[in-house]
């Protein structure tokens, strides 16, 4: 694996490792709360020896894929793939330090911000993400 992405994104933009720090524990508690949220006590899914795809909406510095790609790395799946829709030119080859697969449909290179290749780039709430779970966990239980 190559250098880290997280630590360079933060050291260009001068935050501080001290800065870093408290950063890093409230991301830990909103983490926290939000498994505790969407997965209402149920086990975070066995990834040993299985292939994983993560799907981000669109990596601009590639920090928050970074860190989802070590976190699940340390679970030892066989094959990691990280697929976007869109992202930076340049986020692409450290990602590949991380994944076995990156896969992208867009990388341009009048690219600024990810909320440029939206319509509607809106902060997803709790509520969207735990009703589409209920309803699959309801499906999964009527096939059993």
């Known amino acids: 694996m190559r250098g880290s992405t997280a ?6 933009r001068g935050v501080s490792d001290w800065d870093m720090k408290g950063l890093a524990g409230r991301a830990r508690r909103e983490l926290a709360r939000r498994v505790a949220a969407y997965r209402r006590g ?3 899914p066995e990834l040993a020896g299985r292939d994983v795809v993560l799907v981000d ?5 590639g920090v928050t894929a ?6 699940s790395r340390r679970r030892r799946p066989r094959h990691f793939i990280v697929a ?4 930076a030119r340049d986020t ?10 990156v896969f992208w449909v867009m990388a341009p290179a009048d690219f600024h911000a990810i909320a440029q290749w939206y319509d509607d780039f809106a902060q997803t709430t709790d509520r969207q993400v735990i009703d589409p ?5 309801a499906d999964a239980g009527t096939r059993r």
Do not use: I, M, W, Y
């Open 84 to 87: 976007v829709p869109v992202c």
């Open 57 to 61: 909406h669109g990596p601009a510095t």
């Open 133 to 137: 779970l209920g309803a699959r966990r």
């Open 42 to 44: 149920r086990r975070l």
């Open 66 to 71: 970074e860190t989802a790609l070590r976190a």
């Open 92 to 101: 692409v080859d450290p990602l590949r330090g991380f994944a076995d697969d």
């Open 7 to 12: 630590r360079e994104a933060t050291a260009s």
